[in-house]
């Protein structure tokens, strides 16, 4: 998949980086299918079972931010370690669960171990390759089993519950740990920490409270019939832990360094990020729940239809790492945001004329595939670009939590637009607000990237420290 070949160590600590962000975006969306299954089995509430969904990407977004400062104090090396044996012993618990609420810990447990694995591969990444092709080649290839393992999880799901109990959906974690960790090896055993400054404890419990507490709101106005003292209990959560992490910005050591927040492809890969999840990100609950209340879909035929979207997935990842260095960022990234919105409105044409599979929800799936595949390698690519080399895992956590803070939003909205029980019209409406969504991030690419060229930042010689720089025209 890369352009040329990687050497090969390079090829095996990317097997292990690669392997991480397959395994985090697995466990994302692969319950969505077996979701039927778990709460027949366990006796789940109907109130109670969209948080084997929701206490995943809650502890996912909310301590993503503490992941970042952790790899940078500790060392990437150590944090991707821990998040792994800690995914693993969760995933462990989660298969073993004897009631609801022991499966949600478990997989509060794995958010957790989510939030300290995509910071850590991300500083590993930016450590071992620097910037330029090397680096772009290689976020290509871990953004393809990024983005790929989003469409990858209900077709998994679907095929597990064929021939399996829901409970596999959890043990199939085992080998992809054990495999990332064979092939990490002593590349990531000896990787150094960074200077020993004390963690931000305030400031960190702060962001953490605030995410949590803001997702948690935004979780439960999702739902039919929110449970309002629920809301107003997050939000008053929010807003004091927000006002201690702005007050612990301004201190001498803030959560975020504050040269950080001035890197412009951050900020604009934060933006992106956000409209990214909340437009493609949606898309995957959108069209399962379409294929299965409204076509009447099983779980495995649910599972197939996600096949041709996966691999469009895949194409639009290589097709963004061959062209990050040569054509401009601004212009890659519009290019992938429209080509996506074009594909959600395909599928909005083809569930509003009610056509079948092959002549309309295909070409749809295979567009928005290309587009979003895009998105996803030439976001990354442009927030980890200019970062400087010690803040390399905060700046990338901050991306994904942009990406997720996005999709819990956007989700809360798509379910207030199409209510309790969807119907056709309901869909055609919510698939059109995410070809909007999709849409509105080309612009803000192409405008907010122009002050920065959206060119490939300069190479800094191994003998000179890294530093922060804006790409100019070559």
């Given at each position: 998949m890369p352009v040329s070949p990687l050497p090969t160590p390079g090829a095996r600590l990317l097997t292990a980086l690669a392997g991480a962000q397959l395994l985090v975006a697995l466990d994302f969306s692969i319950i969505y299918v077996a979701l039927p299954d778990i709460g027949a089995?366990?006796?789940?509430?109907?109130?109670?079972?969209?948080?084997?969904?929701?206490?995943?990407?809650?502890?996912?977004?909310?301590?993503?931010?503490?992941?970042?400062?952790?790899?940078?104090?500790?060392?990437?090396?150590?944090?991707?370690?821990?998040?792994?044996?800690?995914?693993?012993?969760?995933?462990?618990?989660?298969?073993?669960?004897?009631?609801?609420?022991?499966?949600?810990?478990?997989?509060?447990?794995?958010?957790?171990?989510?939030?300290l694995l995509v910071p850590a591969t991300l500083g590993l990444l930016s450590s071992a390759y620097p910037a330029g092709p090397a680096r772009d080649r290689a976020v290509s290839v871990w953004g393809t089993t990024g983005a790929v393992g989003l469409a990858l999880g209900v077709t998994a799901g679907g095929g597990i519950l064929a021939v399996a109990s829901w409970q596999w959906i959890f043990w199939i974690n085992l080998p992809i740990v054990v495999v990332c960790l064979l092939a990490a090896g002593n590349a990531v055993r000896s990787t150094t920490a960074g200077p020993r400054a004390p963690v931000a404890a305030v400031a960190t419990c702060s962001a953490c409270a605030a995410v949590v507490a803001l997702v948690l709101a935004c979780t439960e106005l999702s739902r039919a019939r929110p449970s309002l003292p629920v809301v107003a209990a997050a939000l008053a959560v929010t807003i004091p832990a927000g006002a201690l992490l702005a007050l612990g910005q301004r201190r001498r050591r803030p959560l975020v360094p504050r040269a950080l927040l001035r890197v412009r492809t951050l900020q604009v890969a934060c933006l992106v990020a956000a409209l990214y999840m909340a437009s493609f990100g949606a898309e995957f609950y959108l069209v399962t729940l379409y294929l299965q209340d409204v076509r009447d879909y099983s779980a495995f035929a649910a599972g197939l239809a996600f096949l041709p979207l996966a691999g469009a997935i895949t194409v639009g990842n290589t097709v963004a790492g061959r062209l990050a260095g040569r054509l401009p960022l601004r212009r890659l990234l519009s290019t992938a945001f429209l080509t996506g919105a074009a594909g959600l409105v395909v599928l909005a044409l083809a569930v509003g004329a009610e056509a079948g599979y092959l002549p309309a929800i295909l070409p749809g799936l295979l567009l928005s595939g290309l587009g979003q595949g895009m998105a996803f390698t030439g976001m990354f690519i442009t927030g980890t670009r200019d970062l400087p080399q010690a803040s390399n895992a905060t700046g990338s956590a901050l991306v994904t939590t942009a990406q997720y803070l996005g999709g819990s939003l956007g989700l809360a909205l798509l379910v207030l637009f199409h209510g309790e029980q969807p119907a056709t019209a309901d869909f055609v409406r919510t698939f059109c607000v995410t070809a909007v969504i999709a849409a509105a991030a080309a612009p803000s690419a192409l405008f907010l990237l122009t002050r920065t060229g959206g060119q490939p930042a300069p190479v800094s010689r191994p003998d000179q420290p890294s530093q922060h720089r804006t790409g100019g025209h070559r």
């Open positions: 089995s366990l006796h789940f509430s109907a109130v109670a079972l969209q948080w084997i969904v929701s206490a995943y990407a809650i502890f996912f977004a909310g301590f993503l931010l503490l992941g970042g400062q952790l790899a940078d104090v500790f060392g990437a090396g150590r944090v991707y370690l821990t998040a792994q044996l800690l995914f693993a012993a969760s995933s462990v618990g989660a298969a073993l669960s004897p009631s609801a609420a022991v499966l949600i810990a478990a997989r509060v447990g794995q958010g957790v171990a989510a939030a």
